[in-house]
């Protein structure tokens, strides 16, 4: 058995989330292997303390200091480990700890799709199927095929098919019955070599134009359209804390749609299986959210569903301003918003 990494104490984990807050941890791990992670659950004094996966920080609000161990996954590779000619398609498999980003630029490089409109998504691979992530049309459901995780109670191994991960919006079971049981190590996904693009969602196809690209995109054309979108839209963590949406969108009854819709003629509407999903963004601005700074928080000024750290900010802070704004939608509209960032 591999010996176990370094138990660092009392560590900062400022560097180590994107929202820029300074909490700390009170016992503090990297793991670059299954080995090393199966060694450092076997040390007594993991195993008797509240534990705390961290990819790339960037899904997470501390609001108080840590009082357990923190174990980094740093597990990397980037593999394609099969190929099926006849269906142009091949199986990618990722370490954990890899980034996101980093995946769909690799893909890219391979010439395979299906992940581009996911692109500068941040975090790592480990954290995308605990949450379903999904952004233009695209979830991560879409191309995956299984995980790998480690059973932290007794450190064995398992491989988890799309079915049994339960995926839902922005939901996975690792978020609901087996929460806090399993840590993901590799993520392998189904990409297509014959590309089936999605440009329809939100502004690709007008961003494409602008590109001076009107017809037969690549999958580089659509990742760098949506890139370039996101920039614009969302502020990048290194020159202002946040942890992007905030918020899911919301999911309503189409007669609880129509009922606002009489109220609210410019409302926008996404039909979904069972009713309607509206942007949350649009909530939070019509009751004067966007914009508005609070000393060295507040929300950000393009953006209605990022909340921002100045520079400073505890958060505390940012949680209680969270919990304003789910007020007021809530009083205003009757429409309940749920948080889409970790509070802890």
Same mark, same amino acid.
């Given at each position: 058995?591999?010996?176990?990494?370094?138990?660092?104490?009392?560590?900062?984990?400022?560097?180590?989330?994107?929202?820029?807050?300074?909490?700390?941890?009170?016992?503090?791990?990297?793991?670059?292997?299954?080995?090393?992670?199966?060694? &450092?659950?076997?040390?007594?004094?993991?195993?008797?303390?509240?534990?705390?996966?961290?990819?790339?920080?960037?899904?997470?609000?501390?609001?108080?200091?840590?009082?357990?161990?923190?174990?980094?996954?740093?597990?990397?590779? &980037?593999?394609?480990?099969?190929?099926?000619?006849?269906?142009?398609?091949?199986?990618?498999?990722?370490?954990?700890?890899?980034?996101?980003?980093?995946?769909?630029?690799?893909?890219?490089?391979?010439?395979?799709?299906?992940?581009?409109?996911?692109?500068?998504?941040?975090?790592?691979?480990?954290?995308?199927?605990?949450?379903?992530?999904?952004?233009?049309?695209?979830?991560?459901?879409?191309?995956?095929?299984?995980?790998?995780?480690?059973?932290?109670?007794?450190?064995?191994?398992?491989?988890?098919?799309?079915?049994?991960?339960?995926?839902?919006?922005?939901?996975?079971?690792?978020?609901?019955?087996?929460?806090?049981?399993?840590?993901?190590?590799?993520?392998?996904?189904?990409?297509?070599?014959?590309?089936?693009?999605?440009?329809?969602?939100?502004?690709?196809?007008?961003? &494409?134009?602008?590109?001076?690209?009107?017809?037969?995109?690549?999958?580089?054309?659509?990742?760098?359209?949506?890139?370039?979108?996101?920039?614009?839209?969302?502020?990048?963590?290194?020159?202002?804390?946040?942890?992007?949406?905030?918020?899911?969108?919301?999911?309503?009854?189409?007669?609880?749609?129509?009922?606002?819709?009489?109220?609210?003629?410019?409302?926008?509407?996404?039909?979904?299986?069972?009713?309607?999903?509206?942007?949350?963004?649009?909530?939070?601005?019509?009751?004067?959210?966007?914009?508005?700074?609070?000393?060295?928080?507040?929300?950000?000024?393009?953006?209605?569903?990022?909340?921002?750290?100045?520079?400073?900010?505890?958060?505390?802070?940012?949680?209680?301003?969270?919990?304003?704004?789910?007020?007021?939608?809530?009083?205003?509209?009757?429409?309940?918003?749920?948080?889409?960032?970790?509070?802890?």
């Amino acid at each position: 058995m591999a010996s176990a990494p370094a138990l660092e104490h009392h560590v900062s984990l400022l560097p180590y989330n994107t929202f820029g807050i300074d909490a700390k941890a009170r016992l503090f791990a990297r793991f670059r292997s299954v080995e090393e992670l199966r060694a &450092l659950l076997a040390l007594p004094e993991v195993q008797q303390t509240e534990k705390l996966v961290l990819g790339g920080g960037s899904n997470l609000l501390f609001t108080q200091d840590f009082d357990g161990v923190v174990l980094k996954n740093e597990i990397t590779g &980037l593999e394609i480990i099969a190929q099926d000619e006849a269906q142009d398609t091949a199986l990618v498999r990722a370490g954990a700890g890899e980034s996101w980003h980093g995946l769909v630029q690799y893909a890219l490089s391979q010439n395979l799709s299906g992940i581009e409109n996911l692109s500068l998504i941040p975090g790592t691979v480990g954290a995308a199927p605990l949450q379903n992530i999904g952004a233009y049309g695209a979830e991560l459901k879409d191309t995956f095929d299984h995980l790998e995780a480690v059973e932290i109670s007794s450190g064995q191994l398992r491989t988890f098919t799309h079915e049994q991960c339960g995926f839902g919006y922005r939901e996975s079971v690792f978020k609901g019955p087996l929460r806090n049981q399993y840590i993901v190590t590799g993520v392998v996904l189904q990409l297509r070599r014959k590309h089936q693009l999605n440009v329809s969602y939100g502004a690709i196809s007008t961003t &494409l134009a602008d590109m001076g690209i009107e017809t037969e995109p690549t999958p580089h054309d659509v990742s760098e359209a949506v890139i370039q979108i996101r920039r614009s839209k969302l502020p990048d963590p290194a020159q202002i804390g946040n942890a992007g949406s905030f918020f899911k969108n919301p999911e309503i009854s189409q007669a609880k749609y129509d009922e606002l819709k009489a109220q609210y003629a410019d409302l926008p509407g996404y039909p979904v299986p069972g009713g309607v999903k509206v942007p949350a963004a649009w909530l939070i601005e019509q009751c004067g959210w966007k914009g508005r700074r609070f000393g060295a928080h507040g929300v950000h000024d393009r953006q209605a569903l990022v909340l921002v750290n100045h520079g400073g900010a505890q958060g505390s802070a940012i949680r209680d301003l969270a919990h304003e704004i789910i007020a007021s939608v809530r009083e205003k509209f009757g429409v309940e918003l749920h948080p889409e960032v970790n509070i802890l």
